[in-house]
């Protein structure tokens, strides 16, 4: 076992292994909060040692979450590589879609789909690509005023700059119901990808599901592969027109019309989720 940490509860798992929820026993250790602890047999950690190196590289960025770093442990005869994070009790932002009832008021949904902007571009900038975005790796942070911070997380699916990796039509990464038309019928692995996967996180969030997610997978398959089809029809009704037009910069089947991370920071729907932000922090600040 470890001799800095005790696991308590497991959280859930993954490809990688299982998460657990963990506290500090003895110093030295990086952080006198709860962690959250992925691990995994140390001969089948690749995944979660290349998150640690990402997130490292990611560290200065505050709308990703952060890493205190790893160490091994001996469980059950076996050597095991744990991955440290901060721990996130509110949850991730599909917990918190499903306590909503399925729909996030659109001037929330601004404020959040800004910080998940800001964190994408710190990705982008250092020349990453995260691969598998949707609210399940999104996680909810909240202070002691009760504000709410995401802050983007699971990197083991994350495209490295200046590492060669294969990858094929038949060895596509991340969710399909998230991936766009290109990752997922060529593999390409490029910086909009992760632009389409926004705009389908925007869409749950406003909607609960995504409009394509009911149909039967050879359809689904034909529409996103084949189709020349815009999503146009399929955007939220009940969405303001800047709100569309988001999604409509995002969801674009031509990866070289998509917007950029940095673009759509600058897009009138995010701009408000800046403003709405401020008067939040403003609010609280004033009752406190």
């Known amino acids: 076992m470890s001799r800095n940490l005790r696991k308590l509860i497991q959280l859930g798992r993954g490809s990688y292994g299982a998460v657990h929820l963990a506290v500090p026993i003895s110093p030295p250790f990086y952080t006198k909060a709860c962690a959250a602890v992925k691990s995994s047999m140390l001969e089948h950690s690749s995944a979660l040692q290349k998150e640690d190196r990402v997130l490292q590289c990611l560290s200065s960025c505050p709308e990703i979450v952060h890493c205190y770093g790893n160490e091994l442990s001996f ?15 509110g949850g991730s932002l599909f917990d918190m879609i499903q306590s909503y009832g399925g729909s996030i008021p659109e001037q ?4 959040y789909t800004r910080m998940v902007l800001k964190g994408l571009c710190c990705i ?9 975005r949707k ?11 009760g504000i709410k911070q995401l802050k983007i997380a699971d990197f083991g ?3 490295e700059p200046g590492r060669e990796e294969e990858t094929n ?34 869409m749950m969030m406003i909607c609960g599901k995504l409009p394509w997610s009911g149909l039967k997978r050879d359809s689904f398959v034909r529409w996103l592969a084949l189709s020349n089809e815009e999503p146009e029809l399929y955007l939220p009704q009940n969405m303001s027109e800047n709100g569309k037009d988001f999604l409509r910069k995002c969801l674009l089947r031509d990866p070289r019309k998509r917007w950029t991370a940095k ?11 800046r403003i709405l932000s401020l008067l939040e922090q403003m609010r609280c600040s004033n009752n406190f």
């Open 263 to 273: 673009m759509l920071l600058n897009h009138p729907f995010a701009v408000e989720g």
């Open 108 to 111: 929330k949904v601004k404020i």
């Open 157 to 159: 699916l994350t495209k």
């Open 75 to 89: 469980e059950n005869g076996r050597r095991v590589y744990n991955l440290l994070l901060e721990y996130a009790s």
């Open 124 to 132: 982008h900038q250092k020349g990453y690509v995260h691969c598998d």
């Open 135 to 145: 609210p399940e790796n999104i996680l909810v942070f909240v202070n002691d005023h």
């Open 169 to 202: 039509r038949f060895r596509f990464r991340g969710t399909p119901l998230y991936m766009s038309p290109e990752s997922f019928v060529f593999g390409e692995v490029e910086a909009r990808l992760d632009i389409w996967s926004l705009g389908c996180i925007v």
